[in-house]
């Protein structure tokens, strides 16, 4: 899956338009490379987000395409 729909999917960030301005900007990393918005993601990557002065690192656990807003926090596990 592109990091850009799974940033939206698991609800990191609200819309995939900002997910994708925040690859573009540099401002995500994948096991701490910068990544592009078409950079795929598996389970067990580390994706890092920069929101302003503070960062977000979370471990990858699943992948799909829709999820509920209850599930949506099972995607993923804060570093």
């Not at 819309?15 to 701490?32: F, M, P, S, W, Y």
């Not at 993601?41 to 395409?65: H, L, P, R, Y």
Request: with cysteine; charged share 35%; net charge positive.
């Amino acid at each position: 899956m592109r990091i850009d729909k799974y940033l939206k999917v698991s609800r990191l960030i609200k819309r995939r338009t900002l997910a994708n301005e925040a690859c573009e900007q540099g401002r995500v990393k994948i096991n701490d490379k910068v990544a592009k918005p078409g950079s795929e993601i598996k389970v067990g990557d580390i994706i890092e987000i920069q929101f302003g002065n503070s960062n977000t690192k979370v471990e990858v656990t699943s992948i799909s395409e829709h999820v509920l807003k209850a599930d949506s926090k099972e995607m993923f596990t804060i570093l």
